[in-house]
C-alpha cells in the first residue's frame, strides 16, 4: 500500500490533533502513526478520514469502490471486523484487511455484496429522535450563554464566593466534576460533527 500521502499529512501537529478529535482519539496515538504507520481498523478510520474530509486518494482507493464501502463500514462502526470477513467469506480480520487494503482482489460477487451492504446501513431512516435532540441544542446553547459570563464571575471574585458555589452545588447533589466529565465528553462528540461539516454537504449519508 502506498503511504506517502498518509505520512505527508500526519508531519504536521495540526493535522494530528484534527485526526484525534475526529475519532476521540488520544493525540499521541495519532502522533506515534509518524514513527509506526497504523494497521487494521486505525489504517481503515485514516483512509476513510483523508478521502472523505481531505479529498484525498489513499492508494489509489475511490469513494465509488467495493474496497471503500467496506473501509467506510469499518471506519465508522457500521459493521465490525468479524461481520466484514463473514460478509467476504473469510474467516480472519487479516484476510478482510487484504481484501479492503488491495493486496486481494475483490471480485464482483463480493463487490456488490459490499456495496449493498453500504446501502442498506448508511440509508437508513431518520434517527426518530432528532427534533427532540434539535430543541435540546437549542436549550443548550441558551444555557451555555446564560453560565459562562457567571462563572467567569465566580471564577474572578475571591476564593470564599467559589467555595460558597461549590457547596451550594454539592448540597442540591449536583458533581462539578462528573457535570465537567460529561460536558467534555458531548464537546468531543460535538467536534466530531464539526470535522464531519466539511463533506457532509457532497455526502448526505454521514
Not at 478521502?51 to 473501509?71: C, H, M, N, Q, W
Not at 429522535?129 to 465566580?154: H, N, Q
Request: a positive charge; one cysteine or more; hydrophobic letters at 35%.
Amino acid at each position: 500500500m502506498k503511504t506517502k500521502i498518509i505520512s505527508d499529512y500526519l508531519a504536521k501537529d495540526s493535522n494530528c490533533q484534527e485526526m484525534a478529535e475526529f475519532f476521540g482519539y488520544d493525540p499521541r496515538r495519532v502522533t506515534y502513526w509518524r514513527q509506526s504507520l497504523p494497521k487494521g481498523k486505525d489504517m481503515a478510520k485514516v483512509i476513510f478520514f483523508l478521502t472523505e474530509t481531505k479529498g484525498l486518494k489513499v492508494s489509489g482507493i475511490r469513494k465509488d469502490s467495493p474496497a471503500f464501502y467496506g473501509i467506510s463500514l469499518l471506519a465508522s462502526d457500521k459493521l465490525g471486523v468479524k461481520q466484514l470477513a463473514a460478509l467476504l467469506g473469510v474467516k480472519y480480520g487479516y484476510d478482510a484487511y487484504r481484501f479492503l487494503f488491495g493486496k486481494r482482489p475483490i471480485t464482483n460477487e463480493k463487490g456488490e455484496l459490499l456495496r449493498r451492504a453500504y446501502t442498506s446501513l448508511y440509508q437508513e431512516a431518520p434517527i426518530k429522535e432528532t427534533d427532540s435532540l434539535i430543541s435540546k441544542f437549542t436549550a443548550m446553547t441558551d444555557l451555555l450563554a446564560f453560565l459562562e459570563p457567571r462563572l467567569d464571575d465566580y471564577l474572578n471574585s475571591s476564593p470564599a464566593n467559589r467555595r460558597f458555589l461549590r457547596e451550594a452545588l454539592e448540597e442540591k447533589g449536583i458533581s462539578l466534576f462528573q457535570s465537567s466529565n460529561s460536558l467534555y465528553r458531548v464537546v468531543k462528540k460535538m467536534n466530531r460533527l464539526c470535522s464531519e461539516k466539511s463533506f457532509s454537504s457532497s455526502n448526505p449519508k454521514f
